[in-house]
């Protein structure tokens, strides 16, 4: 696995989120994920996808930065900062959030096992 093809998915998942594009998600998150949501819930693909089809997500404006990226074998962990703004269940969101997430590799792409984020002050 090479730094520029999770560089790429990064770039794809977080288009993705902000265009709502359940597809594209659908094909980027592993069915068996499990994210750390920062009020502590861990929720599932299936929750995470029901969030954007039912419109409860939405984002504004979404931007990325200070990512680190480790490749280890047929995984690799990218801590990044997305700064967000938008609002799920019609609750504001709008802060710098730091994120943790496990890709794998798996056929001939990548997708996210695993993930965790927390409101940065």
């Given at each position: 696995m090479k730094t520029e093809t999770v560089v790429n998915a990064e770039i794809e998942l977080l288009s993705a989120i902000k265009n709502a594009d359940?597809?594209?998600?659908?094909?980027?998150?592993?069915?068996?994920?499990?994210?750390?949501?920062?009020?502590?819930?861990?929720?599932?693909?299936?929750?995470?996808?029901?969030?954007?089809?039912s419109g409860k997500m939405k984002i504004d404006s979404l931007e990325a930065s200070d990512q680190i990226i480790n490749i280890m074998g047929h995984v690799a962990v990218v801590a990044v900062t997305v700064f967000l703004k938008g609002a799920f269940d019609n609750n504001p969101i709008n802060g710098a959030f730091r994120y943790i997430r496990v890709w794998k590799q798996s056929d001939d792409s990548l997708k996210v096992i695993a993930g965790s984020c927390l409101a940065l002050h």
């Open positions: 359940v597809t594209a998600l659908e094909k980027l998150l592993h069915d068996d994920l499990l994210f750390n949501l920062p009020d502590g819930n861990t929720i599932t693909k299936e929750f995470d996808l029901n969030s954007y089809r």
